[in-house]
């Protein structure tokens, strides 16, 4: 069984930054990309962010590129997410989420939430104007 646990939320003004950390527990971490989606009161889940297993290749949202940056430490099994010029539009519960399947192949279907299988609880961010 994997668990994944985030943490780092919290309130933040406009402009500010926030880093969001996972945590997984079990499975093979290393093996698998990983990805961050995020869902506002009243809204669907969106992509923000995908890493491939190897850290080598990422992908972003267009809402969020330039300003967000997903990186991973395997050592530690922990993936994140550094947000900077933060926006009110940020608003919302962020999630982390690993592939289905190991050694996938990374492109732009990292954006489909059909990919992953196991999510964590969220971590709720905040972003006043």
């Known amino acids: 069984q994997v668990q994944l646990v985030e943490s780092g939320g919290g309130l933040v003004q406009a402009g500010g930054s926030l880093r969001l950390s996972c945590a997984a527990v079990?499975?093979?971490?290393?093996?698998?990309?990983m990805g961050w989606f995020r869902q506002a009161p009243g809204k669907e889940r969106e992509f923000v962010a995908a890493i491939k297993w190897s850290g080598g290749s990422t992908y972003y949202a267009d809402s969020v590129k330039g300003r967000f940056t997903i990186s991973r430490d395997n050592a530690k099994n922990t993936v994140y997410l550094q947000m900077n010029s933060l926006k009110p539009e940020d608003t919302a519960t962020y999630y982390c989420?690993?592939?289905?399947?190991?050694?996938?192949?990374?492109?732009?279907?990292?954006?489909?939430?059909?990919?992953?299988?196991?999510w964590g609880r969220g971590a709720q961010v905040t972003v006043s104007s």
């Open positions: 989420t690993r592939t289905r399947t190991s050694g996938t192949y990374f492109d732009t279907q990292q954006s489909s939430p059909g990919m992953y299988d196991y």
């Open positions: 079990g499975g093979m971490f290393s093996l698998y990309n």
